[in-house]
Each structure stands twice: as C-alpha cells, then as structure tokens.
Nanobody, 121 residues
Framework: QVQLVESGGGLVQAGGSLRLSCAAS?????MGWFRQAPGKERESVAV????????YYADSVEGRFTISRDNAKNTVYLQMNNLEPKDTAVYYC?????????????????WGQGTQVTVSS
C-alpha cells in the first residue's frame, strides 16, 4: 500500500504562484494531479509518466501549470503560475501502479488527502 502526502497549498492572490508537492511512500508509476472545486466534480489537471517523457494537461491549465517528478524522492510536483480565482479547489495527488498515462480517475490506485488552494481576486 502506497501512501501519498500532498503539501504546498495555501492562499495566493490572482497572478501569483504556488508549487504543490506529493511524496509517495513507495515506488509508483504514472502520477497525476486532480482538483475539485466547491460544488463541482473532481477533474484532471496534469499527469506524468514514470520517466517524465509523457505529460498531459487540462486545457484550462495548459501553459500555466507544469508537472514534474523526482523518482529518487518518489515525489511529484505541480508548479502553478499565473493563478486565477477559477483555480481555487482542493488538489489531489494520485498514483497508479501501472505505467499507463490516463486521466481516468478510476484507473488510479492511490490517492492523497488533498491540499486546499485558494486564489483571491
């Protein structure tokens, strides 16, 4: 069983930046970030393959967010720049024991508890 622990959330003004981190207690393959805004369904944000050679970004964050990973530390990051109020949500880290890049949430085996990101206007 792999545990995921997110950190780095907080309150930031529009146009600001935050970097989220997600540390895994063991080896994982595909890792991703998802988010859930109040009153909305959880949606995919960014996904990265084991070697980092393949990534996926939601259209709403393309060009502003960057996902990366450090396999030596079993950690995935989400650098979020030019944040907007619509980015306000609880951000969840997820990991898959298969090396299959996917945005299908049911494919992910492990989930973190989430970290709150609030962007003020």
């Amino acid at each position: 069983q792999v545990q995921l622990v997110e950190s780095g959330g907080g309150l930031v003004q529009a146009g600001g930046s935050l970097r989220l981190s997600c540390a895994a207690s063991g080896r994982t393959y595909v890792m991703g970030w998802f988010r859930q805004a109040p009153g909305k369904e959880r949606e995919s944000v960014a996904v990265i393959s084991w070697r980092g050679s393949r990534t996926y970004y939601a259209d709403s964050v393309e060009g502003r967010f960057t996902i990366s990973r450090d396999n030596a530390k079993n950690t995935v990051y989400l650098q979020m720049n030019n944040l907007e109020p619509k980015d306000t949500a609880v951000y969840y880290c997820a990991a898959d024991s298969k090396n299959k890049v996917t945005i299908t949430q049911s494919e992910y085996d492990y989930w973190g508890q989430g970290t709150q990101v609030t962007v003020s206007s």
